[in-house]
């Protein structure tokens, strides 16, 4: 059976993806995401038979929610065995609006019929992947931007998405955009 990757996430404005993109501070191992990919990730599905697709995107469009404002602050690192893995900027901490629709979404994947991530849920935005970084190389960069702050995104859509991996990285091809009421 033929199945994809989905994840379901809300997108940043131009202006915020170009300022993310221009702190780049060039470090050799750390790639930089295309400003085009960044996003704030609600849920991500491995390995979705296709026969669940239609179920989920008929759950997800069933989500109401109102517009809200998210904080774009912050850098910090995911690491693994001490050496960074992922750089991202934070969106403010214990935010209602945005876990109250992470939440919903993982209702309606559930209710579509697929598990649930199981781990905790940080909400992030990925900015650059580590390979062969070591955690030294990438003090300075994390000091200068320990108050980094974007300023507020407003939110009035999330969106699920098709990944495929390729060689010269992911492919994210829009699939569903859900809108706020108004």
Known sequence: ?????LFVAIDLPDSARQLLASLDPHIRG???TDPAQMHLTLAFFDDVPDNFDSALREKLSAIEFGAFFLPVTGIGTFSAKGAPKIVWTGVGTAHPHLFQIHKRVQESALAAGLEPELRAWHPHITIARCKDVSAQSLRKFLQSYAKFDAGMIRVEAFH???SKLTPAGPIH?????????E
Not at 1 to 5: E, I, L, V
Not at 173 to 181: A, Y
């Open 173 to 181: 091809t829009r699939e569903l955009s859900v809108h706020c009421r």
């Open 1 to 5: 059976m033929k199945t994809r990757r």
């Open 30 to 32: 750390v790639r930089w």
């Open 160 to 162: 699920l998405y098709s």
